[in-house]
């Protein structure tokens, strides 16, 4: 899914805005202002279209989450895992360990 200005695509076809999509288990919808994509792993993304992003993940995932997310334990200690699994001490530190080129 690539959303950019008022634009959202799922491999490369154009969703059209206000019109609710689903196919094999990821779903685009428009609530509100918002646009938000949805998955059948449980996992929830929403995006106002212009810089607030929500992500939400089901109960059934809690502790098994890790990367930018944080690892969803409620432990305020591990927030910021690295990949290495040492934690950062910076929030700058934890976003940069998990850059890709």
């Known amino acids: 899914v690539v959303a ?4 959202v695509s799922v491999n490369g076809a154009a969703v059209p805005e206000g019109r609710p999509y689903l196919h094999k288990g990821l779903g685009v919808t ?18 106002d279209r212009h810089l ?3 992500v ?3 109960p059934e995932l809690r ?3 890790w990367g930018l997310c944080g690892t969803y334990t409620d432990d305020p ?6 990949p290495d699994g040492d934690i950062a001490a910076f929030a700058a530190t934890f ?4 850059k890709v080129p």
């Open 4 to 7: 950019e200005g008022q634009n």
């Open 30 to 47: 428009w609530p509100g202002d918002w646009v938000a994509v949805a998955s059948s792993l449980g996992v929830q993304v929403a995006w």
């Open 52 to 54: 607030a992003v929500t």
């Open 56 to 58: 939400t993940a089901e």
């Open 63 to 65: 502790g098994g989450t």
């Open 77 to 82: 200690a591990d927030d910021f895992m690295r």
């Open 95 to 98: 976003g940069n360990a998990w």
